[in-house]
T-cell receptor
Framework: GAGVSQSPSNKVTEKGKDVELRCDPISGHTALYWYRQSLGQGLEFLIYFQGNSAPDKSGLPSDRFSAERTGGSVSTLTIQRTQQEDSAVYLC?????????????FGPGTRLTVT | AQTVTQSQPEMSVQEAETVTLSCTYDTSENNYYLFWYKQPPSRQMILVIRQEAYKQQNATENRFSVNFQKAAKSFSLKISDSQLGDTAMYFCAFKLNLNAGKSTFGDGTTLTVKP
């Protein structure tokens, strides 16, 4: 079946503009994660959605970052008033509620460049 | 909070040889899960292998195996008979609950397999 998809694949924006990044998880997966990967660094956790529970927003770096998940499926990560330090690859992952292996399935990412 | 450390930013190995990637972590928990993910140059992250902390036996998946030392909080990945397709960035990850909650990732090790 289809994997996790993200759009756009690349986004170039000017400093101060708002951007929206989209994630389509695998159908039926109840958990959805957003991570940020800066050049040469590991994955930084941003936010986690699990079913209808309140999301874990503990990784959002500032109040310029927000995310929502509509209908338990598609998620949008919004960055307001973008800064150059927001430049990174933003990865989305999803996983089922019960899986004996605990794997997270990752999308291809959105490369964000703030000029 | 948990932390994951990968002390080797870059490594290289000759095709058909064996290479070991290091990972250490810090946690006060007794039960948890450890993962190795692979991110090829195309960027999509995939799971390589998983280890449950309560299992003493080291996990093995074909040419990939781990050396899990719980007391030392060490979780290294051994790749045998390295292939050109193994060239990728490898991330070690820690997860407290199998099907809930975020993962904590290390900064990654870039592995290059040389012909």
């Amino acid at each position: 079946g289809a994997g996790v998809s993200q759009s756009p694949s690349n986004k170039v924006t000017e400093k101060g503009k708002d951007v929206e990044l989209r994630c389509d998880p695998i159908s039926g997966h109840t958990a959805l994660y957003w991570y940020r990967q800066s050049l040469g660094q590991g994955l930084e956790f941003l936010i986690y959605f699990q079913g209808n529970s309140a999301p874990d927003k503990s990784g959002l770096p500032s109040d310029r970052f927000s995310a929502e998940r509509t209908g338990g499926s598609v998620s949008t990560l919004t960055i307001q008033r973008t800064q150059q330090e927001d430049s990174a690859v933003y990865l989305c992952a999803s996983s089922p509620s019960s899986d004996s292996y605990g794997e997270q399935y990752f999308g291809p990412g959105t490369r964000l460049t703030v000029t | 909070a948990q932390t994951v450390t990968q002390s080797q930013p870059e490594m290289s190995v000759q095709e058909a040889e064996t290479v070991t990637l290091s990972c250490t972590y810090d946690t006060s928990e007794n039960n948890y899960y450890l993962f190795w993910y692979k991110q090829p140059p195309s960027r999509q992250m995939i799971l390589v292998i998983r280890q449950e902390a309560y299992k003493q036996q080291n996990a093995t998946e074909n040419r990939f195996s781990v050396n899990f030392q719980k007391a030392a909080k060490s979780f290294s990945l051994k790749i045998s008979d390295s292939q050109l397709g193994d060239t990728a960035m490898y991330f070690c990850a820690f997860k407290l609950n199998l099907n809930a909650g975020k993962s904590t990732f290390g900064d990654g090790t870039t592995l290059t397999v040389k012909p």
